[in-house]
Structure formats: C-alpha cells, structure tokens
C-alpha cells in the first residue's frame, strides 16, 4: 500500500469510527425518547384514577391519600418535563394541604395537557429516530471501504508475514489486551500526574502551603506509580513483528545488529521531565516513517527490548530467513559491531541488494570497525576519522546508486544542550522542566538527525523522522490524554445504554 493511499485509509477510519460513535449515540437516545413514549402511554389512565382520588377524598381521605401519592410519584418518573407533570404535582400539593377543591380545579385541563405532552413525545421519537438513520446510513457505507481497505493493507503484507510468523513465539490471546489495559492505566496515570505537577508548580502560589504540597506530591506520586506500571507493561503487550506489519502493511525496515548492542539501545536518556521512550524506541519512530521495523529478537530472552517489532530466529538456521526478509524489505538498517554474523550480514546485503537499501550505524569508540568494513567497500569509507568518540551511534553511512558511502557523523543539535531532568528536579526546578522541550540533545536525537541527512544525501527523504523521533518522547502524555477522552466517552455511551435498557 503507498503511502498516499494509507493516508487516505487512515482518514476513512478515522471518519468511520467517529461517525460510528455519533451513530450509536443517536441510536441509544432514539431508544430512550421511546421508551419514554411508551412509559407514559399509561398516563390517562393514572389521570384517571388521580381525579377519581381526588373525588373521593372526603369519602376516604387515607385511601385517597394513598392514591394521589402513587399517581403523583408515577408522573414525577415517567411524565416528560412539561404541563401535566407540572399540574400533577401541584393538584398533590393543594390536596396534601386539605385544598381539595383547589386540586381539582387544577386537574380540570389534564387530559388535554396529556395529550400534548403525548404528541411532543411523538415528535421526540421521530426526530432522534430520523436522526438515527442520517447517521447509520453513512456509518454502514463508509465501513464497507473502511474494511476493504485494511483487507487491502493486510494483504500487501501477507508474503513477509508469512515469512516471520513462523518465528514469533506462541502467546495466549489474553496477554496483549491484558497487559495493554495496564499500559493504559499508565499512561492516564501519566498524564495525570503531569497535569498535576504542572498545575501546582505554575497556580500553586494561589493555594495555601499545605494544599501545594498534597498537590505536588500527589503528581509525583502519579508519575511514579506510572512509570512503574509501564515499566511492567509495555513491554508484555508489545506487537509482534508479525502484528506489526498486518497492522501497517507496508514492506518493513529490517532493523540488523549484535544482541550486545541491545542493553545500549535499551538505555532511557533524560531528554524530557520523565521520558520513558529507550533509544531503540526513538530510532524505530524515525524509521517507522518508512514501514514497520521489524527486527530478530535474541534467543531466549524472557521479554523482547521495545523498539523494533521482535521475532525469533534458531541459532543454527537463520541465514536463509534473513536473506528473505533483505529481498522484502525495503530498508535495512545495520547497527555495525565485531560479530562474524553482521560482517556476513554486510557483505550479503552489499552484494545481493540495491546500495541505497543499507543503511549502517557505526557505532564510537570501537576498534577495528573502520578497517573491516573497508574491506566491503570499493572506496575507503574514512570511518576512523569520525567514530573516536564513545557515543551510541558515532556515524551514520548511507550508499550512492554505485555503492560509494556516504559518511555522516553524529553531533550535537546545534542550539542545543544535554540534561538531566528527573522527578525531582521536575518537583523542584518548575518551567526549567518544561513538559515539551524541544531543545534537548540526547543520542537517539542525534542520530535520527545524522540518519535523515545520510538518507537525504543519496535522494531518500522523508521530512517526519525527526518528528517521529521526538514524538516517540512525548507520546507517553498524548497516549495518557487520549485515554482519558476515549474512556470518559466510552462510558458515557455505555450509561446511556444502560438507561435505554432499563437497567441503570
């Protein structure tokens, strides 16, 4: 699927789910304004038996007490907001204080005052009604597209999916949605605790001391709570690589590197008041820019790294699957390192695919990388003279149509400056610790950075893998507030159901 066409597939379903919604609403309030017709569909009759109380008042006033009551509770629930109800109520009140020829006086125009209530109730139910089918009428037509388009999308992926779900291990159905509940929580958690903080370092001042404090320490409390739920979770709902490409649909990005590296990749810099996105996660939102990164996991690992949607290879049989997925991928991204596999991964990518699908990370301060990679290349890549340092990545190299690299090296982003930003400095330190700082340089920032122009300077470009990477940041509170909506308006629409079956 092109990426024009996915973003028109992603605007039909967004359009779709919330004229769904709309539709559903529309039909829970039709259902209600319904209901309510038909529940005062009685209301002559209890009319009746309120005028014959009242009539017989003086012949049983306990009686005809007791009926007034029951008449009077019954329109009270049931009669709309309108003349009858009104009359009702009053007629009761005169009676209940012996003015029982006053209530009847009242009572004299309720059978007329019924039947407009009674027509305004019809008007009700055909207006939520018309409404009703305006909205299901386009719910349905723009599902069909909806549906065909994510059939589309799937099966533009079914030849690589093919491919890795038979390396992804077995999970019990339950886990993802169990475990994406919890990440959920943490996210709201963490947007409420951001919101919190933020409130009480910036309107603080105009509470008393004691009600500052609880307030601060409640954020902070949430944001702890939160990071420790996420820390459990995400990692437990992550996509499989086979998930994660049926869920894009494009040809993915083939994300190669030693197991070694992925306790460095792993690592959470502080490049906001609380990031919880790993630098693998922040180089896979760059990249996802291209299709999803999908990447083999380490064997025997009890939870795969985030980032890079993981599979599993065998140890003694993996070459064949990894040639397979060079030819289906459309980019290959190879973290450089001294392990035998990666320089046989580099020389098969080097010889068997295009040379601006490999894109290499190499990484700083490594001896012997600069002359084994030489040996793949036509020209000297001159890598020595960039990777002194001991960074992350030191040097992003991307290939021309004839194979000659293309060396990047990685730097600061100018303007920029490293910080450390933790929850108690973000308690203690206020706007220093602003929630979107975007002049932060943190080594994922910096690499994505050197990755874009390396890419730029063989004619790739994509403009949103900065973007992307920093988006992969902040996206913890974005996730948190959206949750927060979803949820309140899922359970308002869940109430009104409710109501419309009686049983709320």
């Known amino acids: 699927m092109s990426s024009g066409l996915r973003a028109v597939a992603r605007l039909i379903t967004a359009i779709t789910v919330v004229t ?270 291209f299709g999803p990164v999908i990447a083999v996991g380490r064997p025997g690992e009890p939870l795969p790294h985030l980032g890079a949607a993981r599979f599993y290879l065998p140890p003694d049989d993996w070459q064949p699957v990894v040639l397979r997925l060079m030819e289906l991928s459309q980019l290959i991204v190879l973290g450089l390192g001294l392990g035998e596999g990666l320089w046989w991964e580099v020389g098969q990518a080097r010889a068997t695919q295009p040379a601006r699908k490999l894109v290499l990370l190499a990484p700083g301060g490594l001896p012997g990388v600069a002359e084994r990679l030489d040996e793949h290349l036509p020209t000297p890549s001159r890598l020595d003279e960039v990777t002194a340092g001991g960074s992350w990545i030191s040097a992003v190299i991307a290939f021309d149509l004839d194979g000659t690299p293309r060396v990047h090296p990685v730097g600061r982003v100018p303007g920029a400056t490293r910080r450390r930003s933790t929850l108690a400095r973000l308690a203690a330190r206020g706007k220093e610790a602003g929630l979107m700082s975007t002049t932060l340089s943190t080594p994922a920032h910096e690499a994505v950075r050197a990755l874009k122009a390396a890419l730029a300077s063989v004619g790739i470009r994509r403009r949103t893998m900065v973007l992307r990477a920093s988006f992969a940041m902040q996206t913890a509170l974005a996730k948190g507030v959206a949750l927060v909506v979803t949820v309140g308006l899922l359970l308002w629409l869940v109430i009104r159901a409710l109501q419309a079956l009686g049983l709320w």
């Open 20 to 289: 769904i919604y709309i539709a559903l609403h529309m039909a829970v309030t039709a259902f209600l304004d319904l209901r309510a017709r038909d529940r005062f569909s009685d209301a002559p009759a209890h009319a009746a038996a309120f005028v014959s109380a009242l009539d017989h008042y003086a012949d049983g006033p306990v009686s005809a007490r007791a009926h007034i009551l029951r008449s009077d509770a019954w329109f009270e629930e049931n009669a709309p907001l309108g003349e009858s109800q009104s009359t009702v109520s009053s007629a009761a009140d005169h009676a209940e204080e012996g003015r029982v020829s006053l209530a009847r006086k009242y009572v004299a125009g309720l059978t007329a005052e019924i039947e407009k209530d009674q027509a305004g109730l019809d008007r009700e139910v055909s207006s939520s009604t018309a409404a009703a089918l305006y909205w299901a009428v386009p719910a349905g037509v723009l599902l069909v597209p909806t549906l065909w388009l994510r059939q589309r999308r799937r099966s533009g992926a079914a030849e690589v999916v093919d491919v890795v779900s038979r390396f992804v291990p077995h999970q019990p159905w339950w886990r993802r949605p169990v475990f994406l509940v919890g990440s959920w929580v943490g996210y709201g958690l963490f947007a409420t605790g951001t919101f919190t903080v933020t409130m009480a370092q910036q309107r603080g001042y105009e509470l008393p001391l004691e009600a500052q404090v609880l307030l601060l320490l409640g954020g902070l409390g949430a944001l702890g709570a939160s990071v420790l739920i996420l820390r459990h979770c995400r990692p437990r709902s992550a996509r499989s690589a086979a998930q994660a490409l049926l869920a894009d649909g494009r040809q993915p990005v083939l994300y190669l590197r030693s197991f070694a590296d992925d306790e460095t990749a792993a690592r959470v810099d502080d490049g906001a008041p609380v990031n919880l996105h790993s630098r693998e996660e922040q180089l896979a939102g760059a990249l996802s820019a």
